[in-house]
């Protein structure tokens, strides 16, 4: 086994396990329990991991959640009709309704 990615949370761990799973590749969920030790362990130590069955997989497991992560939409967006900033993830202005860019 190898551990291919470190998550903030196990909520984030577990869309990185399945879009794994969803390409076939077999993968677990470690430290899934650990949040609770936060304070008696280190932090490193208490972060949910994401590992790999198969180690000939590691490599194309890293390249997919490495493409997962690049494809997030920006953090925001700046509108061109009223300069208000947006979310990454919207399609329009919150303030004026103007279509953003993508």
Known sequence: MKRVHF?????????AADALSSLGIDSRILNANAAGALGELPFMQAQPEVWV???T?????????AGLLNALPKAEK???????????????CWQCGNALPD
Do not use: I, K
């Open 78 to 92: 700046r509108c061109p009709q009223c300069g208000e900033s947006n979310p990454g993830n919207f399609l329009s």
């Open 53 to 55: 069955d198969d180690d």
């Open 57 to 65: 997989q590691e490599t194309w497991a890293r390249e997919v959640l």
């Open 7 to 15: 998550a903030p949370t196990l909520l984030d761990a577990q869309l």
